[in-house]
């Protein structure tokens, strides 16, 4: 319980600090990943993997980036719906000069909403963790996103969730 408010907290102080910092760039996106998890149903831990699909919906400027996620996955043996809010400070940025293409490698958080269903059982909870990636901004209006994202739950049944994804996102 201390950790879970440990991070909001920090959550919390982050957002009021990146708040101040956005111009009114904001970004709609999709986003197709590569996911396992780590689970247990009657004290027998299982693993799986699964394509995952999301969208996103964020603001950013030249130093911050804040979204809210939306990933789905589901196969035969488990399923789970997320619902996140991630925040990713841009470590640097890469312009190179005869085609103005944009590299930006990010580190970042990301706490939110977690049902997981695996085997009949069904848990909602608590989902934090971290991310880090690489944006690529190929044209004024529309960047690339490869990024891997590892979090921990606290479930009874699901351990922890990684995935590599690929996101698309349209500036406006």
């Known amino acids: 319980m201390l950790r879970e408010i440990l991070l909001i907290s920090?959550?919390?102080?982050?957002?009021?600090?990146?708040?101040?910092?956005?111009?009114?760039?904001?970004?709609?996106?999709?986003?197709?990943?590569?996911?396992?998890?780590?689970?247990?149903?009657?004290s027998i831990k299982k693993g799986n993997a699964d394509v995952e699909l999301g969208f996103r919906i964020g603001a950013q400027n030249r130093d911050w980036r804040t979204t809210v996620v939306g990933n789905i996955s589901r196969d035969?043996?488990?399923?789970?719906?997320?619902?996140?809010?991630?925040?990713?400070?841009?470590?640097?940025?890469?312009?190179?000069?005869?085609?103005?293409?944009?590299?930006?490698?990010?580190?970042?958080?990301?706490?939110?909403?977690?049902?997981?269903?695996?085997?009949?059982?069904?848990?909602?909870?608590?989902?934090?963790?971290g991310e880090v990636g690489l944006v690529w901004n190929v044209l004024r209006e529309v960047d690339f996103d490869l990024g891997y994202r590892y979090s921990v739950t606290n479930l009874d049944t699901l351990d922890s969730l990684d995935a590599v994804t690929?996101?698309?996102?349209?500036i406006y």
Do not use: C
């Open 10 to 42: 920090l959550l919390v102080l982050t957002f009021s600090e990146a708040k101040d910092s956005f111009s009114s760039e904001r970004l709609l996106g999709i986003e197709v990943g590569y996911a396992t998890s780590d689970y247990q149903v009657n």
């Open 76 to 129: 035969a043996n488990q399923k789970y719906q997320k619902a996140m809010i991630t925040f990713d400070k841009f470590v640097w940025q890469s312009l190179y000069e005869k085609d103005n293409i944009v590299f930006k490698p990010y580190l970042g958080g990301h706490i939110g909403w977690i049902k997981h269903t695996a085997d009949d059982l069904t848990e909602n909870g608590l989902l934090y963790g």
């Open 166 to 170: 690929m996101g698309i996102n349209y």
